[in-house]
């Protein structure tokens, strides 16, 4: 029995692309203990017999698992439809930044600048609400604590190769900036009216 367990370990998590990347040279047990817990994997390298009991823990513990993965998994597909709305929104809101940004101020009357300006404060606006948007859907994660995401929290698991934890705010402060060094070159144009 604990012959079959170790098979399908192998043919299933271990058979997997990502599995030399995430254990490296691990033993099968090292893996089990991951995976499964120390008790589980201590007590199928002791035995060549399971008992009725250690099978259901064994089943149970693959079960939750299976319902841990099966979280991460809609999370990782929340997580890509939040960035691609997101995106779509910035890329809204940079044509119209760029569009004030590469427009000859000095040639715009008082007005025009005025409703350039109050343009820019809407759309800082708009970048105020995206962000409470991503802070909202970053809240209502729940933990991953059982996911073996190298003690890390899930933005910082997904985005560790990068030099930010959190794209889509540090995106949208990017953004921000962005609008207010524009306003502020508008609001000179202003003041020598």
Known sequence: MVERIENAFQETLLDTNHYADEYNDASIY????????????????????????????????????????????????REATSLAETAEQLCEIDAAVSELANSPLEEWSARELRAARDRLYTLEHDCDMLANQRQAFLN?????????????????????????????LS????????????????CKHLATE
Do not use: C
């Open 30 to 77: 090292e893996t089990i203990a991951a995976e499964f817990g120390p008790a589980i994997a201590h007590v199928l390298r002791q035995n060549t017999h399971i008992s009725p009991d250690l099978q259901t823990t064994i089943l149970d513990a693959a079960k939750q698992a299976y319902r841990e993965r099966k979280a991460f998994s809609m999370w990782l597909d």
């Open 171 to 186: 995106a949208i402060t990017a953004y921000i900036e962005r609008i207010q060094r524009v306003r502020g070159r508008i």
């Open 140 to 168: 209502e994660r729940p933990p991953m604590d059982n996911l073996h995401l190298d003690g890390k929290e899930f933005d910082e698991y997904l985005y560790h190769s990068q030099n930010f934890t959190y794209p889509v």
